[in-house]
């Protein structure tokens, strides 16, 4: 048997494979996408025309009016304010909280290090539940309350030991040198660990502002009381969810007109506002979150 | 002794300060919010009344989880529960294994970049929109009925989000459209980890594409798949209740509720506090039993531990 003819043969054969690998991820990415390009394509279309049907990834009947029109519904805007809001406190109180925590538990000498990691960790495993969480944030007078979005999830423990598995990988004679200048610990982590956390940092603050983003249920549970408190998610949710099914289950007595009265394309230019500001950052952030993800995952 | 020993620990105390400021405040945080909760465990043992002091409860003993193991319902919500679980982690450990080992195969860096980037997109999209998207996909003008109807498989469009046995399976493949991608990170980065000597050497001795997949790299990232299989076990009942909640309606609600809606419907929206709690506890429970079970067989069979 010849060598050349066998060289063919597997070269035929690793040709199909790549031509069958190309094509299925093709058509993975399309699965992917097609919803998206779907809901973009209906909310640029006049929304009468879209009732039509038949809209695919291109709109019929161009404009921007469905857009315009989410402002005409002042809850939106104050929904868009809260949820902005409640993003960028709580991604940043969150940052915070969690480089200083992983900062104290990455120091081997800190005779707490021990104590502070096992409380830290005692929280990945358990939880008090539904109801008792409710209770207990009534008792704190924080239902009917914007801090509700920020305090009981201030300190995630993941997001600390995801920075803590970086921090360890920094050499600590910085630390060292830093010390036998003078610095204290406090101005050791702001001015060198701090700076060195960066990409580590970014994706944590990814982590984070896409959890406050995404978050309705905390405004269902503990703030649809005082529509002042809605977000964006909540109001998203309501919306889809009154079209969607009509007739109410237990949990979803409240129902606003919103979603009745507003045709498809409309719903989906509020669709596609409450995705996009993910859909446009996260890109950037990709090679810092996969780091991440990835020492985190291995360190516990 | 005494004063011998806190001298020290005073100095340390004074030395580091920092550290203690800057990691015993969070400690009371978390006691408050993770803590004091479990605290609240005790109401299962009441018939609480909100608004009481905690001495004026009155104590029922086990009444609550009597009354809880002798309601149908539960056992339809824990039917759904284990089932939903059970699937996702079926579909939502080994779809991710098998993409990053396809993924893997990929040469083409930028293209390689581009399928992750889309792939990893639905992760961060909320499921209240990925909710609304697959009703929209599946609704009866949606692209997948017209799929349906252009193949001839089905003759007229199904209503998906109408029929009771079709919603596990929504469920299961909704979460399977928006986290292959992502949950396929840890093992992509596995698989990359792999000394790529070996697969040289296979690939000397005449290994092809697929023995190589079988006897290289599926052996390398086994510590990888050890982990992450006993971590969602351990999260086996607590699979939440957002993509039932939302994809869920009044039709198909005998197999779309679940153990934390259930606690939402009869604990807190009517006021069943006690009752809710007990639930709660359950649900703990047994995701701690099969924690522990799932790390004591990982220990034998590999002497490791990851809890």
């Not at chain 1, 060289?7 to 690793?14: F, K, L, P, S, V």
């Not at chain 1, 959890?211 to 905390?218: E, K, P, R, V």
């Not at chain 2, 149908?72 to 294994?97: K, Q």
């Not at chain 2, 195969?105 to 209240?128: A, C, D, G």
């Amino acid at each position: 048997m010849s060598g050349a003819a066998a060289g063919a043969r597997r070269r035929r054969q690793g040709l199909a494979f790549y031509g069958f690998l190309y094509l299925f991820m093709i058509l993975v990415s399309a699965i992917t996408l097609y919803p998206f390009l779907n809901i973009l394509a209906i909310s640029l279309n006049d929304a009468t025309d879209s009732m039509r049907g038949g809209i695919y990834l291109w709109p019929r009947v161009f404009t921007l009016q469905n857009y315009s029109a989410i402002f005409r519904f002042s809850n939106l805007l104050t929904a868009f304010q809260n949820s902005v809001l409640r993003t960028v406190i709580g991604t940043v109180l969150g940052v915070f909280a969690a480089a200083m925590i992983a900062f104290t538990v990455s120091r081997k000498d800190f005779v707490a290090r021990r104590f502070v990691s096992v409380v830290l960790a005692l929280t990945l495993y358990f939880s008090g539940g539904l109801v008792p969480v409710y209770m207990l944030l009534r008792d704190l007078h924080l239902l009917n309350s914007f801090w509700v979005y920020i305090f009981p999830g201030l300190v995630n423990a993941w997001n600390v030991f995801v920075l803590r598995s970086y921090m360890d990988g920094l050499p600590f004679v910085l630390q060292e040198s830093a010390k036998l200048d003078g610095a204290s610990d406090w101005r050791i982590f702001i001015s060198v660990i701090l700076p060195l956390c960066k990409p580590v940092l970014a994706t944590i603050a990814l982590f984070i502002a896409v959890g406050q983003w995404n978050a309705w249920f905390d405004t269902f549970l503990y703030n649809s009381g005082k529509p002042g408190l809605t977000t964006l998610q909540y109001e998203l949710m309501k919306i889809l969810q009154n079209t969607a099914s009509q007739g109410g289950q237990t949990v979803r007595d409240q129902r606003e007109m919103v979603g009745r009265i507003s045709p498809e394309s409309i719903r989906m230019a509020i669709t596609f506002v409450a995705a996009v500001p993910i859909i446009l950052v996260y890109p950037f952030l990709q090679k810092y979150f996969v780091k991440g993800l990835t020492l985190g995952a291995v360190k516990s | 002794m005494g004063t011998e020993k806190r001298k020290p620990f005073l100095e340390v105390l004074i030395r580091q300060r920092y550290l203690f400021l800057m990691s015993f405040p969070f400690l009371a945080w978390l006691f408050v919010f993770s803590y004091v909760p479990i605290w609240g465990w005790t109401m299962a043992f009441q018939s609480f009344r909100p608004g009481k002091a905690f001495g004026e409860q009155k104590w029922v003993g086990f009444d609550n989880f009597i009354a809880l193991f002798a309601d149908e319902r539960f056992y339809m919500v824990l039917r759904n529960t284990l089932g939903m679980s059970l699937l996702a982690l079926l579909v939502g450990y080994t779809v991710p294994i098998i993409f990053a080992l396809i993924l893997n195969e990929v040469r083409h860096q930028l293209f390689k970049r581009s399928i992750q980037t889309i792939t990893y997109l639905p992760h961060f999209v909320s499921w209240v929109i990925v909710a609304g998207l697959v009703s929209k996909m599946l609704s009866i003008e949606g692209i997948i009925n017209e799929i349906l109807m252009s193949l001839h498989i089905v003759n007229e469009p199904v209503q998906f989000m109408q029929k009771e046995r079709w919603f596990w399976g929504i469920v299961t493949a909704s979460d399977m459209w928006k986290e292959t991608g992502w949950n396929s990170i840890i093992f992509l980065a596995a698989i990359i980890g792999i000394d790529p000597e070996l697969h040289e050497a296979a690939t000397v001795d005449g290994a092809g594409r697929f023995r190589r997949m079988w006897h290289i790299t599926l052996p390398g990232i086994r510590p990888t798949i050890m982990v992450m299989l006993i971590l969602s076990i351990g999260w086996l009942t607590s699979i939440g209740f957002e993509k039932q909640f939302l994809l869920g309606n009044p039709i198909v609600n005998d197999y779309a509720e679940v153990l934390d809606l259930y606690v939402l419907n009869y604990g807190i929206k009517v006021g069943r506090y006690s009752y809710g709690t007990a639930i709660g506890i359950f649900n703990s429970l047994v995701s701690i039993i099969l924690l522990v079970i799932s790390n004591a067989i990982f220990k034998r069979t590999t002497k490791e531990s990851v809890i």
